[in-house]
């Protein structure tokens, strides 16, 4: 059974920087986009920023040039590099991967058990 574990995050003040992590796991045949959204409930996922497997990446305005995502493809593991951090990014993150797992059809997105940020002002 295909996993995305989530570490990382916690409570930090403005202008300090925290670190995600998110590793995949399982029978895995592929794993193509992974990236970090937020996901309240009732509303549409939010974008965070997203990497492909060839490493091109796409940022929301909101955190572009402050967060910096990355992957190791031979891992299987997306990290997300938040600096310069303000009270509105306070937040549950969550990651998320679109992998081809063994017993899948095709490949279908998987989430990761999201994690809190607060920032203090």
């Known amino acids: 059974q295909v996993q995305l574990v989530q570490s990382g995050g916690g409570f930090v003040q403005a202008g300090g920087s925290l670190r995600l992590a998110c590793a995949a796991s399982?029978?895995?045949?592929?794993?193509?986009?992974m990236g970090w959204y937020l996901r309240a409930p009732g509303k549409q996922r939010e974008l965070v920023a997203t990497?492909?497997?060839?490493?091109?990446?796409n940022y929301a305005d909101s955190v572009r040039g402050r967060f910096t995502i990355s992957r190791d493809n031979s891992k299987n593991t997306v990290w997300l590099q938040m600096d310069s951090l303000k009270s509105e990014d306070t937040n549950v993150y969550y990651c998320?991967?679109?992998?081809?797992?063994?017993?899948?059809?095709?490949?279908?997105?998987?989430w990761g058990q999201g994690t809190q940020v607060t920032v203090s002002s």
């Open positions: 998320s991967a679109v992998i081809h797992g063994a017993t899948d059809i095709a490949p279908r997105d998987y």
């Open positions: 399982g029978r895995i045949l592929s794993i193509n986009t």
């Open positions: 990497i492909t497997n060839g490493g091109y990446t």
